[in-house]
Structure formats: C-alpha cells, structure tokens
T-cell receptor, first 112, second 113 residues
Framework: DGGITQSPKYLFRKEGQNVTLSCEQNLNHDAMYWYRQDPGQGLRLIYY???????QKGDIAEGYSVSREKKESFPLTVTSAQKNPTAFYLC???????????FGEGSWLTVV | RKEVEQDPGPFNVPEGATVAFNCTYSNSASQSFFWYRQDCRKEPKLLMS???SGNEDGRFTAQLNRASQYISLLIRDSKLSDSATYLCVVNLMIYNQGGKLIFGQGTELSVKP
C-alpha cells in the first residue's frame, strides 16, 4: 500500500534522553514535513524538506533535528534540549510545491 | 494577527442541519487553500481543496474570496459521522523555499442525534 508510515506510534522518554521518530513514505513525494500538535491546539511546523539533503527550520525547530539522506525518509530527533516534548507528532509529505499534503498516522511522545 | 484564523468552536448542531465554517488569512500572497478534517487523536485528512470559482463535493461546498481573504466550508444535511475538527489550511509560497502550509486552529463540530 502507498502511504506514509510513522513509527513508533507510542513512545515514552525519560527526561534527558534523545529519541528519534521515523517517517517513511513510498508516494515518491519530494517534500516532507514534521508538525507538532499539543492537546486542543493547532499544528505547528517543526522542520520541512523540499529535496534530499536539504531542509529548513519551521516555526518551532529549537530542540529538534532532522536529516534527509533519502527521498523516502525524514526522521525527527527530539533532543534533550526540547523542554516540553510531550505531544502528538505528525509527519507529512507532498509533491514539491503541491497543492496539498498528506499525513502519517502520527506518533505520541510522552516524557516520563 | 494570526496568519490563519477560524471561528472558535465548538459547533453543536442536530443531524440534518446546515453548518458553515469561516476562515480568514492575513497574507495576500497565499496561493492555495484547503479544508482538512481531523478526528479525535487521529491525523488530519484532506477534505477538499478550495478553488477560486468555488467547488462542491456532495454535501460539502467550499468557497474562496481572494479580495476579502476569506474561505468558507458549508456542510449540508449534517450526519453524525461529520463530527470532527475542521482545519482551514493556506499554502503560502516562499521565494526559494517552496510552499509553506499554515494551519488554522480548527473548529470542532459535534453533530447530535
């Protein structure tokens, strides 16, 4: 099936630990995105990438890092520098400069 | 001023009602527009794109007014299954960086029997 796969779906992290969320797409989309959503809040853009080996900071990039070594993959690392990491993380992809983006099912990160 | 603003919710309506969602955007350079639907604890899913001439998909009608920088979504004959949060989304083209999608806060709809 074509789509966007995020893993893990649920992740618990101890304070001070880095964690990496995986995002893979087989839609042959050029652009990929990471958003964060807090309860009752809208989506906020963390990072995005329009092409392989290039990415830009979104509105809330501090405490996060990404890489785009392959077109299909855009992993997000939540570092210990992110002070409030508990949230719902959504990966998305689109054709470059597309009219719409499509989301994976999301990853729930909880700091314990 | 927020880049994309939606009606604050929630909207509570009976089945069969017609409900309208409104959205305004601040950047006149915005180039494309969408409505997404998000169910509780799920990912947003594209409901429909919004075209300048207005467009309809079954019970759903979307309209765009570029002069007023205003987008709307109308749901006719609402069903229980329409209960969700509706997100207004604007694609802003940024020179040398491609498109940047900006999401509204969403308006929650609850359709009651």
């Amino acid at each position: 099936d074509g789509g966007i796969t995020q893993s893990p779906k649920y992740l618990f992290r101890k304070e001070g630990q880095n964690v990496t969320l995986s995002c893979e797409q087989n839609l042959n989309h050029d652009a990929m995105y990471w958003y964060r959503q807090d309860p009752g809040q809208g989506l906020r853009l963390i990072y995005y990438s329009q092409i392989v080996n290039d990415f830009q900071k979104g509105d809330i990039a501090e405490g996060y890092s990404v890489s785009r070594e392959k077109k299909e993959s855009f992993p997000l690392t939540v570092t210990s520098a992110q002070k409030n990491p508990t949230a719902f993380y959504l990966c998305a992809s689109s054709l470059r400069d597309s009219r719409a983006i499509y989301f994976g099912e999301g990853s729930w990160l909880t700091v314990v | 001023r927020k880049e994309v603003e939606q009606d604050p919710g929630p909207f509570n309506v009976p089945e069969g009602a017609t409900v309208a969602f409104n959205c305004t955007y601040s950047n006149s350079a915005s180039q494309s527009f969408f409505w997404y639907r998000q169910d509780c604890r799920k990912e947003p899913k594209l409901l429909m794109s919004v075209y300048s001439s207005g467009n309809e998909d079954g019970r759903f009608t979307a309209q765009l007014n570029r002069a007023s920088q205003y987008i709307s979504l109308l749901i006719r004959d609402s069903k229980l299954s329409d209960s969700a949060t509706y997100l207004c989304v604007v694609n802003l083209m940024i020179y040398n960086q491609g498109g940047k999608l900006i999401f509204g806060q969403g308006t929650e709809l609850s359709v009651k029997p």
